[in-house]
């Protein structure tokens, strides 16, 4: 018999998540947020809601030969694929890549994984510069205790 204990932190849900999805554990629809909610203490229900249904949103622009792109929320083993596929190799003239991350508020290692390929591709590519803007706090120390910091240009503005 499973024994289930109720949740009574954010943090304390997102290791149970964290280790489902790295299990390979893709738990969808209405049934499983309702047993999750059931777990969950009221204090953190709200909190958890919004971890759950939380996207990373990429907005890009161009400037002459610029693409900037601001990455805005998680980078994480569930938003990770949408970067992959939404930021590639600059096309059409464009010399250099520009990821703001004033808004990141979290990266994972599999965030982190999709930054490096990121770069793999644009060193890969002739002539074209990958630069991160706007690191703020949280997400520079990841990339200080990393080693990400020697490995990419970043500055503090554009």
Not at 3 to 9: F, G, P, V, Y
Not at 61 to 68: A, P, Q, R
Not at 77 to 94: H, M, N, S, Y
């Amino acid at each position: 018999m499973v024994k289930l204990r109720r949740i009574e932190s954010v943090a304390v849900f997102e290791q149970f998540w964290n280790k489902s999805i790295l299990a390979g554990n893709v738990f969808c629809g209405c049934n499983y947020l309702v047993f999750v909610i059931e777990l969950v203490s009221a204090e953190c229900c709200f909190q958890l809601l919004h971890i759950i249904i939380q996207k990373m949103l990429i907005e890009k622009t161009t400037n002459g030969s610029v693409l900037n792109v601001l990455v805005s929320g998680r980078l994480d083993a569930l938003t990770a694929p949408e970067f992959e596929k939404e930021i590639t190799v600059p096309q059409d003239g464009q010399s250099e890549l520009v990821l703001d991350f004033a808004q990141l508020e979290y990266v994972s290692s599999a965030g982190l994984r999709s930054i490096l390929s990121l770069k793999k591709q644009v060193d890969a590519a002739a002539g074209i510069k990958l630069k991160l803007i706007n690191v703020v706090p949280d997400v520079m120390e990841v990339f200080e205790m990393t080693g990400f910091s020697s490995l990419l240009t970043i500055e503090s503005a554009a």
